[in-house]
């Protein structure tokens, strides 16, 4: 019964922590839980056994956000959730490339990060709500709260959201095109190029955890003309010897690059609302963050 319900618990508590590690030790606790209630001899039947491992999970993922709070606090450098990465087009796959296209049904990367700008409480019902469409009720159930204090922290959050994110979604094609021409920019070393598909409010983060060969990493860096300079000087250096693999990231075409075998970076672009000009770069470069790229 867990098992059937495993991947959807895995894509909410995923979509409140932003870390496969964090969620994976959530759904561990959740499995305990289930099977402790489960095992007691006087145990009463749970009627919808979903709708109990969602409400225990959620909680779980509550829990746990003292604790990710205050690593985050001894971070080096900016903090990106950790990718998840799948196969870029509905293709024959083994099963556990299969497994990750499903976890893949998550938020993009961008809609992220804004999502590390709510409360604890704010996110979770976000996701709840926005993202896997519970009601405003069965998250009140969920969280042990009134409906209209749910419906409070609903409205908060979706206009929080609003105000940093475009509602409109370039089509995958666009974004891979685009990606596509950035890289050969950046690792060219073309300026030019850069500040033509670069929009004006272009944002870079770059994490890299204190870790790997970009151990620095980048402090978020605003501005066409900031980024196009940097982007050309490093980028013909920093990118040579690596192969370039194109791949699903949080659901959005992006890129990966390699080091012979071994992941170097995950790269995804966040575009404007027509599609023409990059406004967000998130390259992930911490090691730990991809031990589960292959």
Not at 228 to 246: C, Q
Not at 252 to 270: R, W
Request: aromatic share 6%; with cysteine.
């Amino acid at each position: 019964m867990f098992n059937d319900h495993r991947e959807l618990l895995f894509s909410i508590v995923y979509n409140m922590l932003g870390s496969v590690a964090d969620t994976e030790d959530v759904l561990q606790e959740t499995w305990l839980s289930w099977t402790t209630r489960n095992q007691a001899p006087s145990a009463e039947r749970i009627d919808s056994p979903r709708a109990y491992l969602v409400r225990i999970a959620v909680n779980r993922a509550l829990a746990h956000q003292a604790t990710i709070s205050r690593r985050r606090e001894t971070y080096v450098g900016p903090w990106l959730p950790e990718p998840l990465v799948g196969p870029l087009t509905d293709t024959s796959v083994p099963d556990n490339a299969a497994d990750e296209a499903v976890r893949a049904e998550s938020v993009s990367m961008a809609l992220l990060v804004v999502l590390e700008t709510l409360t604890p409480l704010e996110r979770g019902v976000f996701v709840l709500h926005e993202v896997f469409g519970y009601a405003h009720t069965e998250i009140a159930e969920i969280l042990g709260r009134s409906p209209s204090a749910i419906r409070q922290l609903a409205h908060r959050a979706r206009e929080h959201v609003h105000a940093r994110r475009a509602r409109y979604e370039p089509a995958p094609h666009v974004r891979q095109q685009v990606t596509e021409r950035f890289l050969a920019a950046a690792l060219g070393g073309d300026l030019d190029a850069l500040l033509q598909i670069l929009a004006p409010e272009v944002t870079l983060w770059g994490d890299a955890g204190g870790k790997g060969q970009a151990a620095g990493g980048w402090r978020p860096l605003h501005g066409r003309g900031k980024v196009a300079r940097l982007l050309a000087a490093v980028g013909p250096h920093s990118g040579k010897g690596l192969d370039i693999a194109y791949r699903s990231v949080n659901g959005d075409p992006s890129a990966l690059l390699f080091a012979g075998d071994t992941p170097y970076a995950v790269l995804v672009l966040d575009l404007t609302p027509d599609g023409n000009q990059v406004c967000g770069i998130y390259a992930v470069a911490n090691p730990d963050k991809l031990s589960h790229v292959d």
